[in-house]
């Protein structure tokens, strides 16, 4: 079957340039320059990419992303300006677009991207406004006076109940989960950061018969290489520098009980084996001595990461895989689980009200629907803080409104109503647009011609986007094919605010 795509460009010479070379290149298209006609094509087809000039009249960009997103949330978006703009680029991007285009455009390369942006989005169901409707849709009294029911009776050590949802995917894991806890089977935990996956891990200890002995957390992550071994198998005084008294590692501090393992692709090969023969042998050796404990616990591992696409890479011990992998799980990231987003919510407000000690409502209609719309990329980590942030805003006895969410989750939706409307979309001669695409009075100044700088700035932000996306978000593995350190990954992200 042909693959659809829909083009939108200011100019209607450009529309029809992109329309004749992408359809001798063998695909179907349809072109507009009018934003309304645009969103009606979006809403009567089934597009399978759009590209879009991010400078289309009477739009605000990052809005008319959002708005497109919002019909359609599966479609990959090429935005494309002759604009240099490195924030707007940047807030499109964080948006949903899948790659920013600067123009002139190589026609060769628009059929790469083009290329890339499909196969990212092959088995992905593209929603249809009922469907879409139905995930924005807000929970009735119903449902919201199940949510109760939803929740286990256990309680996380953070003190946030659990969240079984109401999803298929949600209901999908919790049934996995019920099936492993019972065993004492060694359990993987994939998913994305932020996805709670030491929240699963505790459940699985908590319902388990191992629920009176102790539940004991390590972040192999945060654990130098020359410390590790020290840290989950314990150390004698005087066995290092440093070491100047003896130490009970993580697997002795957790006998009895369920240790739980995160991040465990970030441990040396050394250590692997190690680990491997505390596994086989149910015993330990701290570091310096010659004694060996044994040990009695169940192993719960996590990775944001494939470990077996590790093993073929040698970075990780296949038999320690095999020794790990007796059942594995995937925690689903929260742009997989709308349906269950209230719960969620709703949850973290009344946590929140206690710590605060005040009576706060849940999110007025409009700041739901941003929360809803949003594509939380930290996942359940990012809702948790941004409802924190927003509660120790609202007054007591107040519904947490949109004018107390974060800046970066509130302020490209701010204009989502106005696509639909004639007035709000008109945009005057001397309107230009600030670096978020929301409209401001031009100031007068002559536009400043393309920056080398800012042309570089946004081929570095399309390649770590892409990146990225390719590994999940698993921003370890990203640095690693960007060939720099992780560090440097995580302070170009926290510059463009990502």
Not at 262 to 268: A, K, P, V, Y
Not at 362 to 372: F, Q, S, Y
């Given at each position: 079957?042909l ?5 939108l ?13 992408l ?11 009018c ?21 289309l ?9 959002l ?9 990959p978006?090429?935005s ?13 991007m964080k948006?949903?677009?899948?790659y ?6 190589n026609?060769?390369r628009?059929?790469d ?7 990212e989005?092959?088995g ?10 139905k ?20 309680v ?12 298929a995917?949600?209901k999908?894991?919790y049934k ?5 806890s ?9 998913g ?17 018969h191992?629920?009176?002995g102790p ?36 697997f ?5 009980g ?7 692709g ?15 042998e ?6 310096g ?57 709703e ?9 605060l000690?005040?009576?706060?409502k ?10 809803e ?31 107390y969410l ?11 109503v ?14 230009s647009f ?17 920056s ?5 700035a946004?081929a570095?932000l ?10 999940k ?12 350190d992780r560090?440097t ?10």
């Amino acid at each position: 079957m042909l693959r659809k795509i829909l083009i939108l460009d200011k100019d209607l010479a450009m529309c029809q340039k992109f329309s004749n070379f992408l359809r001798n290149s063998g695909f179907v298209t349809a072109s507009t320059s009018c934003n309304k006609e645009a969103l009606q094509l979006i809403k009567a087809s089934d597009f399978d990419l759009i590209l879009c000039d991010s400078e289309l009249k009477n739009t605000y960009p990052v809005a008319f992303l959002l708005k497109i997103k919002s019909i359609r949330p599966g479609i990959p978006i090429i935005s494309m300006s002759d604009s240099e703009n490195i924030q707007t680029a940047v807030e499109l991007m964080k948006s949903g677009a899948f790659y920013f285009m600067l123009k002139p455009i190589n026609p060769e390369r628009l059929l790469d991207i083009v290329a890339s942006a499909l196969k990212e989005a092959t088995g992905i169901q593209t929603a249809t406004p009922d469907q879409n409707e139905k995930i924005l849709s807000k929970p009735d009294k119903e449902k919201r006076e199940s949510n109760e029911q939803t929740m286990s009776e256990g309680v996380m050590k953070q003190g946030y109940p659990y969240i079984t949802g109401v999803s298929a995917i949600s209901k999908k894991l919790y049934k996995s989960i019920d099936l492993v806890s019972p065993t004492d089977y060694t359990v993987i935990i994939h998913g994305e950061t932020g996805t709670g996956k030491e929240s699963v891990a505790r459940m699985i200890h908590e319902k388990s018969h191992r629920n009176s002995g102790p539940f004991l957390a390590v972040d192999c992550g945060s654990l130098s290489k020359e410390l590790a071994a020290s840290e989950l198998f314990g150390h004698e005084k005087g066995a290092f520098t440093g070491a100047l008294q003896t130490r009970e590692g993580a697997f002795m501090l957790a006998q009895g009980g369920t240790l739980f393992l995160d991040e465990i692709g970030n441990l040396s090969y050394d250590v692997q084996l190690l680990l491997l023969r505390a596994i086989q042998e149910r015993v330990v050796r701290k570091v310096g001595s010659s004694a060996e404990k044994p040990v009695n616990v169940r192993l719960i591992v996590a990775s944001n990461e494939d470990l077996y696409e590790s093993v073929a890479k040698r970075k990780f011990r296949e038999d320690l895989y095999h020794r790990l992998n007796e059942f594995s799980l995937t925690v689903p990231p929260l742009r997989e689980r709308k349906e269950d987003l209230c719960l969620f919510i709703e949850a973290f407000v009344a946590h929140a009200s206690k710590r605060l000690n005040k009576d706060l409502k849940m999110p007025t209609p409009a700041a739901l629907e941003i929360l809803e719309t949003y594509h939380w990329p930290g996942n359940i980590r990012e809702l948790l803080n941004t409802i924190k942030k927003a509660c120790l805003f609202t007054p007591n006895g107040k519904a947490i409104s949109e004018q107390y969410l974060p800046m970066e989750v509130k302020l490209t939706q701010e204009f989502l109503v106005r696509m639909d409307t004639d007035d709000d979309l008109s945009i005057g001669q001397n309107t230009s647009f600030s670096p978020l695409g929301i409209p401001t009075k031009a100031s007068g100044a002559a536009q400043s011609e393309k920056s080398l700088k800012d042309i570089a700035a946004i081929a570095e932000l399309n390649k770590i986007m892409l990146t990225l996306r390719s590994v999940k978000f698993n921003k370890s593995k990203a640095a690693e094919i960007l060939n720099i350190d992780r560090k440097t990954l995580y302070n170009k992200l926290k510059r463009i605010n990502i």
